[in-house]
């Protein structure tokens, strides 16, 4: 059995499918960063943007990441606002990528558990 005698080898296999969209729940939620904090700072367009330095972000060098995905666009002024579309756009991309990956390794891994097991006695290997 791949996932033990314990009789759980049906519901263990429900896990298989519950961890990739706990995965992606947890991308969902903002965590807090330079990003957040402009978006409680209700910098979402341009007219409300506001200056890193006003918001507790020291060094406008941490925007970076963001500003080359353009998800944080900076004014001619130097401030800085959100993107609020391509930031939800971004993080449904990586929670897609993550639980993908997530559910391709555990889809290897029951394929393979059999496999992995320690060698049978008497085995020429």
């Given at each position: 059995m791949p996932f033990g005698g314990g009789g759980g080898g049906g519901l263990g296999a429900i896990g298989m499918f519950i961890l990739p969209i706990s995965i992606a729940a947890m991308f969902f939620r903002q965590p807090s960063g330079p990003v957040s904090k402009l978006i409680k700072a209700g910098a979402v367009d341009p007219e409300t943007a506001r200056r890193p330095e006003r918001i507790d972000i020291p060094r406008p060098f941490i925007l970076e990441p963001a500003l080359k995905r353009r998800i944080v666009q900076r004014t001619s002024d130097g401030r800085y606002w959100v993107d609020l579309r391509r930031n939800r756009r971004y993080?449904?991309?990586?929670?897609?990528?993550?639980?993908?990956v997530v559910f391709a390794l555990g889809a290897a891994a029951w394929a393979l558990?059999?496999?992995l097991g320690p060698l049978p006695a008497g085995s020429a290997r």
């Open positions: 993080r449904i991309r990586l929670a897609v990528i993550g639980g993908v558990w059999p496999h």
